[in-house]
């Protein structure tokens, strides 16, 4: 009897999530950490270095991938970018093509030769950024209480957090910062901005704290030891804190809630803010405590963080992205400290040592970075599809509860829950399904 044959049509590439999420850092992602460190300025303001980050180019590889994995070296391809000096003082511009690093480059296996040995970078699952509600219970007198509360979650940079206490009063937070008034916070952008009010549906309720401003201090509990250091010199410390907590929101450099956190946002309470603005906004911080009112009142909803929706990927490409900058960052403070006291010419201050050590920091140590599991072909096809909780900005697996390794019902089609490790990793590591693919925003699902 002649055997039946079976085809299977329109099989995905099953590690598309791989190559694509790399080949996104090398055309988008390298260029916007470039751009973000275009300008350097030293300190007496002499000097000017510029990064023309749009026409960065790559040099061929010296070594092909099986002369690197027989000598035992790092595949990879040196990355170029022209600067530009300007010199105040003289009036002179020197340009240059410099060397910035050698990036180890991708396989089209979807893996990374580093050291002769290929690895691999596993995917991680994170909170999105965006912005997040729920209902806390609070004993107090043998009786609960409905504390409301937000949670800001930003790319880079500290959670804020807000909390509608049974005061009827908003608390601002953040975990390097004790909680202060919400007054604090509006002085600094309501006294030319008045017009933020007229899209709120709660309008009555901040000119109501902004005019009486003496209920927080009312609602202090002298007997609570935490609250009694508050309320010694508390003016003074919340005036302090207020240009701290100003100067770190709505500053790119220091907060970033990222494409996706603004989409998220904007998502959520309904707003037509552009993409393209990363950073905290005023209109932002006034609809969310304006969304978090309304939920005492019993209008909105409450989020379920462990709900897919609410999570997003982060693949090889903003894993590197996000040790590109770092590796930025240490070169531009390398520069401006001594660009004043450097007598040579400046093109010898940039140097790839600062982006280089970031770069095999992250290949070398990382645990999301890990040697290819080569026992068998289907063993490295699962390997690459690996999706994990841990790592760096993860979930710490000696204090992660129950509720986080359980399977939520919006995994269905999209994560596998029975393909994860015994042990301690059990539900912190998972693989994608097969028809399961990852969007920049969350995990979708393709259709069957």
């Known amino acids: 009897m002649p055997q039946k044959k079976i085809f299977i ?4 590439d099953l590690i598309e999530i791989q190559k694509t999420s790399f080949c996104w850092f090398l055309e988008k992602g390298l260029e916007q950490e470039l751009n973000k460190f275009s300008l350097i300025v030293d300190y007496t303001d002499t000097y000017q270095i510029r990064f023309h980050a749009n026409e960065f180019y790559f040099r061929k590889p010296t070594l092909t991938i099986s002369e690197s994995k027989w000598n035992e070296k790092t595949y990879f391809s040196s990355v170029f970018v022209p600067i530009e000096i300007e010199n105040k003082k003289t ?11 050698d990036l180890p480059l991708m396989t089209a296996k979807g893996t990374f030769v580093i050291n002769g040995c290929e690895r691999v970078i596993l995917n991680q699952i994170v909170r999105s950024p965006g912005i997040y509600y729920k209902v806390d219970t609070k004993k107090k007198k043998k009786e609960s209480l409905k504390i409301y509360t937000a949670t800001l979650i930003c790319s880079r940079g500290s959670w804020l957090y807000f909390e509608y206490d049974e005061n ?9 910062l004790n909680k202060i008034p919400l007054t604090i916070l509006l002085d ?20 109501y704290i902004l005019e009486n401003r003496e209920v927080y201090n009312d609602t202090i509990d002298i007997s609570d030891s935490n609250t009694n250091k508050l309320k010694s010199n508390s003016s003074t410390n919340w005036f302090k804190t207020k240009g701290i907590l100003n100067g770190q929101l709505f500053d790119n450099n220091f907060y970033d809630i990222g494409e996706v956190g603004r989409y998220k946002i904007n998502k959520r309470l309904n707003l037509n803010i552009s993409e393209k603005i990363h950073n905290l906004t005023p209109q932002d911080i006034i609809q969310i405590i304006d969304y978090l009112i309304g939920l005492k009142l019993n209008q909105g909803t409450i989020d379920e963080i462990d709900n897919l929706q609410n999570r997003r990927v982060k693949s090889v ?23 004043t006291m450097f007598n040579n010419t400046i093109f010898d201050l940039i140097y790839s040592k600062p982006i280089e050590l970031a770069i095999n920091e992250f290949f070398g140590t990382n645990p999301l970075s890990q040697y290819l599991d080569q026992i068998n072909p289907l063993a490295e096809l699962t390997h690459k599809r690996r999706i994990s909780c841990l790592g760096p900005g993860g979930i710490t697996r000696d204090r992660v509860s129950l509720v986080v390794r359980d399977i939520d ?24 399904a097969t028809y399961g693919k990852v969007n920049k925003y969350e995990i979708g699902r393709a259709h069957v």
């Open 317 to 339: 490409g903003e894993l590197l992205q996000n040790q590109f900058h770092s590796g930025l960052i240490r070169l531009e403070r390398l520069i401006t400290e001594r660009m």
């Open 9 to 12: 049509s329109n099989l995905p």
């Open 188 to 207: 600094s952008f309501l006294k030319e901005k008045n017009e933020l009010f007229h899209n709120v549906n709660y309008a009555a309720y901040f000119k």
């Open 168 to 176: 009827k009063l908003v608390w601002i937070k953040t975990d390097k």
């Open 409 to 432: 019902p919006s995994y269905y089609g999209r994560l596998c829950p029975i393909e994860t490790p015994e042990g301690h990793n059990a539900g912190l590591i998972s693989s994608l």
């Open 91 to 101: 009036k002179t511009i020197q340009f240059k093509n410099t060397f910035l690093c």
